[in-house]
Each structure stands twice: as C-alpha cells, then as structure tokens.
C-alpha cells in the first residue's frame, strides 16, 4: 500500500539522576562521596535509507519514544546511555513541524539523517558537589528531560522523469515499455492508483528514474479525480514528459485540449510545476492513419512534438534520447576533485 503521509509524535529519552552515594571500606568509615552521574537518553534520529518507499509503517504507530538513560552509581559509576531511536524514511520525505508547521527537515538524499529531538543529558551525582568546606554533600541532580514533539511527515518521490497526461492516454504502458516496472494496465480510465516508479536504462551505462502519476482530470488541482493527491510528486521531478493521446475515444477532448487542461491543472497547482522542462510525446501513433492531429498540435504550442507507440515501440528511442539529454544537464554536475599540491621536496625517478 502506497502512503504518503504521516503525524507521528517523537520523545527522545530523558536523562538519568545523578547518585548519593558514600564510600564505605573496611578502615575507610568516611571515605567521603562516591556518587556517580546519570546517562544520558537516547536521540529520536530521522534517517533516509534505501529500500523504504512508503510511510506506511507510520500509519499504524504514532508514538515513537526512545529509551531514558540509566540513573549513576555509587563507586563513582556513570549510569548507561540509552541508544538512539532510528525511524527509516523513505528518501524525498518531508519533516514539518505539526504545531507551527515548520518545515524541519527535507530528506532528499538517501543516507542523510537528522537527530529531530535530542536526548536529556545525566544529572550529576553528589561526588561533583564535594568542596573543601562542604565534603560530605547530599545534593545531585534529576536528568533533564529528552525533546518532544508532533511531526508531520510528507513524502515527495524522487525521479528524474514525471510521466503527465489524461487517464487512458498510455503512461502505464510506455512505464512498462520502457523498464522492468509493471503498473496495472486496462482499457479504463484511472487504472492507475499510486504511483509507479521504473527505472529506464539506455545504452552506454545510461540511466534515469520515471514515475508514472494517476491521471489528471480537469480540477485536479482542487482535489477532482486523484490528481490532488499526487501532483505534490511532480515537484521533485527534472523533467515532465507530457503524454497526449493521438486518438481518443468518442466525447473525450481531442488532443490539443487536452494538452491545455493538463498544462492548465500544473499553473493552477503551483508555478513550479508550470516551469518545470516539458518534454511532449503523442501517444498512440500506430492507431493514426495521418499525423496531422500532431502537426496540428505541434504549431499551436510552440514546441517539437515527439510521436511514439508505447504498443509497438516505434518512436521510443529517438525521444529518450532526448529525455537523458535533458536530464543530464539538469542533474547536479558532480565537483572534479582537487589535486594535492606536491611537495617540492619529493622527487621522482626518471622513467628509464
């Protein structure tokens, strides 16, 4: 089941109370004080890791309270610290504060972690408040107390490709065409419930991440159909590929309207989306007998338009082609690293 938010409540631990405690030996009667400090508790740490996709392991638990630590002992001992408490996110899950609704933390990497309430720290025993003129105290401290709070957590699925269209217009199966990912497939509108993640791998080592979205309907942004839902995922895409059925059904709006509903649902959602690199594909192209629905659609926006079968696989090639370009030059160049400056002393042997 595919969940993508959450409210949960974290409690780190608290710390443990420092000790009274006297040495007592045989010909030691007043060995003075020996009273150790508390342990701390333990951190509640968000991590992002591999593997998680949903938060539905957060659905059915809403408290998560990390253990407290161990109060000190006498002979000077220090009580336990309480381990940390680590929530496995899926990566792209955003942290907000409940209450102020903050945000707190963005998990876009997977292996980033964040420590979202910190543990109390020990008190201290009565062995730290021995003075010269006070050597036999009864004081010490209670541990403070560990953070707590409400989180609300929302996660955005990481691709580098968001698959957009009208239901019906063939996102499923160009995802299956494309990758090893098997969406559902049927001649119905909204097959597709949650979305669908693909990996699609080109020649010479290339890859990119696609995911496929439920299909958008006109007022999806203020909650119609399913897009409402979902469209929070196109956010983290790099590109949009824009799916238009070449040949739709009779009463459904022909291409170049639905064109215009889709690109309409994506301003009024927010302007990140509308800004967003559009790459347009019209689907179906083995059921057209003439391509002037595309020539006609590629005048009125302004744009080359990529004609594709996801059936027969004709078209496939030359649009990925531009899909990876497009999203290598999006993708954050990685730094060239930096060459260690020679030491002037050190020599080398001439090659013989």
């Known amino acids: 089941m595919f969940i993508d938010e959450a409210e949960i409540y974290v409690k780190a631990g608290d710390g443990g109370s420092g000790c009274v405690s006297f040495r007592r030996e045989k010909y030691l009667p007043k060995g003075g004080p020996d009273g150790g400090d508390g342990g701390s508790g333990g951190n509640v740490i968000l991590q992002a890791a591999y593997g998680v996709d949903t938060l539905l392991d957060f659905t ?10 161990l109060p000190g002992l006498g002979k000077n001992m220090t009580g336990g610290c309480a381990d940390n408490l680590a929530l496995k996110l899926p990566p792209g899950t955003l942290v907000y504060d409940k209450e102020s609704g903050v945000l707190l933390k963005d998990l876009a990497e997977p292996g980033t972690e964040t420590a979202i309430a910190v543990g109390g720290k020990g008190g201290r025993g009565n062995k730290r408040f021995a003075t010269s003129t006070n050597q036999t105290p009864r004081e010490f401290e209670p541990g403070t107390l560990g953070e707590e709070r409400w989180l609300r957590l929302e996660l955005k699925l990481i691709a580098d490709v968001g ?14 065409r494309l990758s090893k990912a098997r969406p559902k497939i049927a001649d119905y509108p909204f097959t597709t419930l949650n979305p669908q993640l693909g990996i699609v791998e080109l020649p010479g080592y290339r890859r990119f991440v696609m995911a496929d979205l439920p299909g958008l309907i006109e007022g999806a942004h203020t909650g119609v159909g399913l897009g409402d839902a979902f469209l929070k995922h196109i956010e983290r895409t790099r590109v949009i590929l824009h799916l238009v059925d070449i040949d739709p059904p009779e009463g ?15 301003k009024a959602y927010s302007d990140l989306l509308a800004s967003k690199l559009e790459i347009v ?4 192209m083995d059921l057209c007998g003439d391509d002037s ?10 744009q080359t338009v990529y004609p594709i079968s996801a ?6 090639e030359k649009m990925t082609e531009r899909v990876w370009s497009e999203v290598g030059e999006l993708r954050p160049k990685k730094p060239e690293p930096k060459a260690l400056p020679q030491s002037p002393h050190l020599r080398f042997p001439e090659p013989s």
């Open 293 to 302: 629905a595309m020539t006609e659609l590629a005048e009125q926006i302004g």
């Open 252 to 266: 459904s709006p022909s291409p170049i309207e639905a064109y215009r509903t889709i690109r309409n649902e994506l």
């Open 311 to 316: 059936v027969t696989g004709s078209g496939l």
């Open 281 to 284: 594909a019209i689907n179906k």
């Open 163 to 176: 698959l957009v269209g009208l239901p019906n217009a063939g996102k499923s199966t160009l995802l299956a």
């Open 60 to 69: 059915g638990r809403h408290h998560w309270i990390a253990k407290n630590g």
